[in-house]
C-alpha cells in the first residue's frame, strides 16, 4: 500500500532520517514508535508528502509520492494529529466537510457522509454546530477522526492521536478507534511514544532511533527477541504499561 525506499532528510547538521526503508501492509497498523527526536513524525509527514526526502523515494500504491502528485494522493490519505489540528473558526461541521466542500461535494451527499461519521465516531450530532474551543479534547479528536475519513481514504496517518488526552478520555478513545481501524478495515499508520499504545493498536510495531529503524516486528517480537541493549532499555522503560496491557 505505502513504501519509502532509502529515505533521507537532514535539518542544518542533524539527520532526521537515515536512508531508511520501510513497507506498509494494506489492512494491517504499522505504529511507528521511538523517543522524541528518533524521526516517526519526520516519517510520517514524508509519506504524505508534506514535507520531501533528501533522497530516496515513497510510493503509494503504484504512484511515486512527488511535489505533482501530492496533493492528487492526499484525497486518498487521511491525516490526523495531536488535539485534531482543528481551524478555529469553522464549528465541527465545517471542519469535517472543508475538503469535500473544496472537491464540490453537494450539501445533501455531506449530510448524509457526516451522519455516517457521527455514529462510527460515536460523536453527538449536535455538537457539530460547536466551535473547537467549545469541545472537550476527546471530541475534538474525533472531528479530526471524521475529517480524515471523510473521503473514504485507503490509507490513515495519524500522528500522536491520542497523546495530548487525559488518562480517561485516552482510554475510551483507544477502544473506539481499535474498534473503527477494524471495522473499516483500513490501512494505518500510527505514530506513538507509548509502548503500550503501540502494542494495543499495532500488527506491526517499528522501533526507531536515531533516524533508523532498529527492529520491526510485533509486540512478542519486541519483548521477548530484542536485537539489542536499546530495544530492551526501550521496552524495560514501559514495563508497567505492558504488564497492564497483558493482564
Avoid at 169 to 190: S, W
Amino acid at each position: 500500500m505505502l513504501s519509502v525506499h532509502n529515505i533521507s532528510k537532514i535539518y542544518d547538521d542533524r539527520t532526521a532520517l537515515d536512508a531508511l526503508t520501510l513497507t506498509v501492509q494494506t489492512a494491517r497498523t504499522t505504529v511507528l514508535i521511538g523517543p522524541s527526536g528518533c524521526g516517526k513524525s519526520t516519517l510520517i509527514r514524508i509519506m504524505i508528502g508534506l514535507i520531501l526526502p533528501d533522497t530516496g523515494h515513497i510510493r503509494f500504491e503504484n504512484t511515486e509520492v512527488t511535489p505533482e502528485t501530492a496533493l492528487q494522493l492526499r484525497h486518498r490519505m487521511g491525516y490526523v494529529i495531536q488535539d485534531g489540528g482543528l481551524f478555529p473558526h469553522l464549528n465541527g461541521y465545517d471542519n469535517v466537510a472543508l475538503m469535500a466542500r473544496y472537491l464540490g461535494w453537494a450539501e445533501d451527499r455531506l449530510a448524509v457522509r457526516i451522519h455516517e461519521l457521527t455514529e462510527l465516531t460515536r460523536f453527538p450530532e449536535d455538537g457539530l454546530g460547536r466551535y473547537p474551543v467549545q469541545l472537550s479534547g476527546g471530541q475534538r479528536q474525533r472531528v479530526g477522526l471524521m475529517r480524515a475519513l471523510m473521503l473514504d481514504p485507503d490509507v490513515l496517518l495519524l500522528d500522536e492521536p491520542l497523546g495530548a488526552l487525559d488518562p480517561i478520555i485516552q482510554a475510551d478513545l483507544q477502544d473506539d478507534l481499535r474498534d473503527i481501524f477494524r471495522t473499516l478495515g483500513k490501512t494505518v499508520v500510527m505514530v506513538t511514544h507509548d509502548m503500550g499504545e503501540a502494542g494495543f493498536f499495532g500488527d506491526e510495531i517499528v522501533l526507531m532511533q536515531d533516524g533508523k529503524i532498529i527492529q520491526q516486528g510485533t509486540l512478542h517480537d519486541l519483548v521477548h527477541d530484542p536485537v539489542d541493549d536499546f530495544v530492551i532499555r526501550f521496552i524495560n522503560a514501559h514495563r508497567g504499561p505492558l504488564d497492564v496491557l497483558k493482564d
